[in-house]
């Protein structure tokens, strides 16, 4: 598998969004600010966030595990 094949992992562009920390998203308490629904979906927001960042970082920790593996089986015919 070449890089070809992780077509939206693009090496070289980790320091722009891919490295971009995300602020926690704020759950807020009971004070009445859009109750249990904006409470849930805030929730739901936060845990995608987190999920996309890891799915991001093991995408480039995979691509540079096959750049090297690559390297190494050049040799195969």
Do not use: C, K, N
């Amino acid at each position: 598998m070449s890089r070809a094949a992780l077509p939206h992992y693009q090496p070289g562009r980790e320091g722009e969004a891919g490295e971009r920390p995300v602020a926690p998203v704020p759950l807020g308490g009971d004070d009445g600010e859009g109750g249990d629904l904006a409470f849930y979906g805030r929730l739901t927001l936060e845990w995608g966030l987190r999920f996309t960042r890891m799915q991001q970082e093991w995408a480039a920790w995979a691509a540079e595990h096959i750049g090297d593996r690559a390297s190494r089986d050049t040799a195969r015919p």
